[in-house]
DNA sequence: TTGTACGCGTTATCAC
DNA sequence: GTGATAACGCGTACAA
């Protein structure tokens, strides 16, 4: 199949390529007549200008990637529909990546810098304490959304946007433990997890010793690796052995509404309710937790405040060249119907 | 920031830009000594080539995109894993493009399929009826994927790998029917809905004919347009309404999982039980239904299979260059907690 | 205001 | 087995 090129265009309009580039790019210094004469004969054709040869061309191709960890996290969706309309909206191009679970998020992100002559990152999720050596090896500015990572001095030209993970957890917990409730069990991510459950797990540790209340390993429940840490399904069967060994329990704190959800469900696959026998608390305040029933308590973090932000940092940063910039968001402990105040 | 270059790593190593591109395409005469040279300087110094240029050069630039209308539509997450981990295995590069939900996915598609050179497209949601004047302007196969569109035969080169959505929704309502209902209200898409929401109505209505059911307009509601039709919001929000009415039905058939967990809210906050008072059904078979408490009766899509079908028909016709390949999958009414049996 | 010619980084076609 | 070199389609400096 023939594609129409430039040259065509510029042919047929009986004019030379650079004047129809100056038409398509709307460059001052052109005759509005020839200009006009020009699009029509594009819109006729159907032409429209390869891509490739453009990134090519221009030393800088004005785009920007964002990086998904889970592009089927409900999370993302709204965010990177948001990023995309920003993006697009400054005349950037704009592409998205996914990265699956056991990819490493930077190692893509610099292939993808090289491959598409990228002017900027975002990464959506991924770990909390990222290696730094490959951080490095980017060369353009990157975002680190919605994971609250620490980066040491050496590294510059970054933002993190994010919601304190460690006091935001803490909150959640000091709120079950002000609920009357002492023994928390939490669902948390690997042992070894370096993305946000680690951050999470250690907010609950501190509102535990706040109360006074001792850590009991026995009520800290790892999700099992495989595909997706954060499913309903991990929720599910990791709940349902956690009730079958017997541990007793009153509130149930998962680091993420999708594993609360799956939790819910086995615990009323074992004839329990909630938040009758059991209160259960999400986090990161899906959508889904409010239409959830019962709806789940959940830390609701401003996603889209979050995803605005995120691009307003990026291209600072773009502008400036160089930087660090932390933002950080406060969440929103939002009560639903899935924990209630016990009796001491 | 200077980008390595192919020929920094001929200059470095000492040979013809050629002999470093045949290296990293594999091409079979090239001496293995050079060729381990070269490679392990391309690692030293971690040269990735520019993919503008390579799509430039390459008559066919191997690239596949994956046009997802609403990606944070929780019915693609799954599919999209799967496509990109086949379009990858195939050695072909693979996109993903995002499409609004106000936005002509063909359109979209015409103009990705000339920037990007494309080699094919697989379409995941979108319209039943699409305008095939514009179709046929797209000039690489492509796949139309989880919607059963029926094309005239003036139209080439495509593929179509669907559920029988009329069949599907029929054996729903039928299902419905056969449990005693005779009052089943219906949340389905915008009246002038072009998408699988008039298919699963039409469904809907041949259900109630077969049991002499007379077709009702009040029990028929439409979401309401705007930012995304098929979610929870809008499902709750015109069950609202339909029960602020006051009309009388005993089932609710929701065309869509979200919609359907969304209407379950709006019965719950009414002080009613599902499916005690209201049985209500929904339709695709997310995880979701089945964690959502009652689980929901849902028609469930082999998801995953229709993803791996749809790459294969996709490459099939980017071998023969031409064809017509309808593959349509059978659903799985699956039975949860959320429609009980009724006396007549 | 407009056209010509060059170069962006890569691959493929030649000679060698 | 290897190295020049001509494309690929576009943007732009420069000449006209």
Same mark, same amino acid.
């Given at each position: ?73 409900? #999370?993302? @969706?709204?965010?990177?529909? %948001?990023?995309?309309?920003? /993006?697009?909206?400054?005349?950037? $191009?704009? *592409?998205?990546? =996914? ?101 999470? #797990?250690? @907010?609950?540790?501190?509102? %535990?010793?706040?109360?006074? /209340?001792?850590?009991?390993?026995? $009520?800290? *429940?790892?999700? =099992? ?120």
């Amino acid at each position: 199949m023939e594609q129409i090129t430039i040259k065509e265009i510029a042919r047929i309009c009986g004019v030379g390529v650079s004047t129809v580039s100056r038409a398509i790019n709307d460059h001052p210094d052109i005759n509005p007549e020839t200009k006009k004469k020009i699009m029509d004969t594009i819109a006729k054709y159907r032409y429209i200008p390869n891509n490739s040869a453009r990134n090519l061309k221009r030393s800088e191709s004005n785009t920007i990637a964002v990086l998904a960890k889970g592009i089927s996290n409900p #999370l993302f @969706g709204k965010m990177i529909q %948001l990023l995309e309309k920003d /993006i697009l909206g400054k005349q950037y $191009l704009f *592409v998205l990546q =996914q990265v699956d679970e056991e990819e490493n998020e930077v190692e893509t992100a610099i292939r993808l810098e090289k491959e598409k002559r990228l002017k900027g990152i975002i990464f959506l999720g991924g770990t909390s304490h990222p290696r730094e050596d490959l951080l490095r090896q980017l060369t353009v500015p990157f975002v680190i959304c919605t994971v609250n990572a620490q980066l040491s001095e050496e590294t510059d030209g970054f933002g993190v946007v994010a919601i304190d993970d460690e006091a935001e957890s803490f909150r959640m917990v000091d709120y079950l433990c002000s609920m009357g409730h002492k023994k928390i069990a939490i669902l948390t991510a690997l042992e070894r997890d370096s993305g946000i459950g680690r951050l999470r #797990l250690t @907010g609950y540790r501190e509102a %535990l010793e706040k109360h006074g /209340i001792p850590y009991d390993e026995s $009520l800290v *429940v790892s999700m =099992q690796p495989g595909q997706g840490t954060y499913t309903m399904e991990n929720g599910y069967e990791q709940t349902r052995v956690l009730l079958e060994k017997g541990v007793q329990f009153t509130a149930l704190y998962a680091i993420a509404d999708t594993i609360a959800i799956g939790a819910c469900k086995a615990i009323f696959d074992a004839g329990l309710r909630v938040p009758d026998d059991v209160s259960v608390a999400g986090f990161d305040g899906l959508d889904l937790a409010d239409y959830y029933h019962p709806s789940l308590t959940t830390v609701e973090q401003p996603l889209e405040e979050m995803a605005t932000e995120a691009s307003r940092v990026l291209f600072e940063l773009i502008n400036k060249k160089q930087g660090r910039e932390y933002q950080i968001f406060r969440a929103n402990l939002r009560e639903g119907q899935s924990v209630r105040r016990i009796q001491e």
